[in-house]
């Protein structure tokens, strides 16, 4: 019997993936991995022969290709070159990792930082190497699946909460078994409908029953805050997160994630992590990458105003089209269509049209709540927007959706 036959619980899942996709590219509605040939200029993209503006990107600043950036990381190739000796407590820990770390605790004012290889690596193994079996840790029920694989790989009660719901979360908190260790969990910026934790009732609850804060910054470094800073600044409330997760991946254009907090809780998972002891460190390019980034960030203040301007430009513009763009008051404003099918559609005629946007269909989303997921960036200007607006406002009444 073939290795195929032989397993047909997993042969099924396999053709259910391979018919989604097929019926998809048949009919024209097939916009996954499509290869990006050139950067041209902020926000333009050349994509199979097409320049194309981009609306799909998380690099919320226009940082990607930024000259600082990328000598950072040409000058970091020529002095160590393109990898590292190994894991970081071998011989992996280079001076760039040291420095990079650093950059990030003075930047999210916090005592000290630890980097990982991904955001999701990250995710996965604090949470893990935080909680075990007895504990609990309550989520959020929109959070980023990097931190459900994290939660459910921990061992760990693991209970949701109603989206952005205190009163949900509260009741959560005190169902906890006494004594018992615990952790909430929430984006600050979510990763699909661009809305904001309520931080402030978020840390009052967890003081008041006495339980960690984790937050995942991935989305909203570079975009909360006057400075940028994320969370803690947009709610002026410095200090409030015990444990400040971040991505290297989007506003910061390089690869990678990290925590910030306390240095009893760095030191604490420099040693018992298991993504920072049993896998590869950072490669130097992208640590001087990530690194010079934080600093443009903070020397170039106007690209977080900008955002913050482009970002309320296109919300109150496709509002005013009729889209529902949910909750959104960030750079991610979901375009709601409706079914799969509606999203796909949409993709087809807005990318036909030169924009580069992209569907999120279920299960990444509610059934009924498919859209495309757009966002806007600092390397935008006022002109562009008001065009892909309009481009999406068109297929938006080819489709059916206005
Ligand atoms: C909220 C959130 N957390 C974590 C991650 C994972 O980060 P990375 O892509 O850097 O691995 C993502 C990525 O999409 C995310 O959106």
Not at 26 to 45: C, H, K, M, T
Not at 342 to 350: F, G, K, L, N
Request: charged content about 25%; glycine content about 8%.
């Amino acid at each position: 019997m073939d290795l195929y036959k032989a397993n047909e619980a997993i042969m099924e899942r396999m053709a259910a993936i391979e018919k989604r996709v097929m019926d998809a590219k048949n009919a024209d509605l097939y916009y996954f991995n499509q290869p990006i040939s050139e950067l041209r200029g902020g926000a333009r993209v050349l994509v199979k022969g097409r320049e194309m503006g981009m609306f799909a990107s998380y690099s919320y600043l226009g940082l990607i290709g930024h000259p600082k950036i990328n000598e950072a990381a040409k000058a970091a190739i020529d002095k160590y070159g393109t990898g590292t000796h190994g894991v970081r407590s071998l011989a992996g820990t280079l001076e760039i990792h040291e420095e990079l770390e650093q950059t990030i605790a003075d930047f999210r004012g916090a005592e000290a930082a630890v980097c990982y290889t991904s955001g999701y690596v990250t995710n996965l193994t604090v949470i893990s190497t935080m909680l075990g079996r007895g504990d609990y840790v309550i989520s959020d029920k929109l959070n980023h699946a990097s931190i459900v694989d994290g939660c459910l790989m921990s061992g760990a009660k693991f209970v949701r909460f109603r989206h952005n719901d205190m009163d949900a979360l509260e009741i959560r908190l005190q169902q906890v078994e006494p004594g018992a260790s615990k952790m909430v969990i929430a984006d600050s910026v979510f990763s699909m409908d661009g809305d904001i934790i309520d931080l402030p009732r978020v840390v009052e609850l967890c003081r008041k029953y006495n339980a960690w804060l984790m937050i995942d910054e991935a989305h909203s470094i570079g975009v909360l805050g006057e400075r940028g800073r994320g969370i803690e600044e947009h709610f002026g409330m410095p200090g409030a997160v015990d444990i400040k997760m971040g991505t290297l991946s989007k506003t910061i254009p390089s690869v990678g994630g990290y925590i910030s907090g306390k240095k009893e809780l760095i030191d604490y998972l420099r040693h018992a992590s298991r993504a920072y002891i049993f896998s590869a460190a950072l490669p130097p390019g992208q640590a001087a990458a990530a690194k010079a980034s934080f600093e443009v960030i903070l020397e170039e203040p106007w690209r977080v105003e900008k955002l913050r301007k482009n970002a309320s430009q296109f919300i109150t513009g496709l509002k005013q089209r009729g889209f529902d763009t949910l909750q959104t008051e960030t750079a991610i404003v979901p375009v709601i269509c409706g079914s799969d099918e509606h999203a796909y559609m949409m993709t087809r005629e807005v990318q036909h049209q030169g924009v580069f946007v992209l569907p999120v269909v279920s299960p990444a989303v509610a059934p009924g709540l498919s859209r495309l997921r757009a966002t806007v960036t600092a390397a935008h200007e006022p002109e562009e927007i008001e065009h892909a607006m309009d481009v999406i406002y068109e297929a938006g009444k080819v489709v059916g959706i206005v």
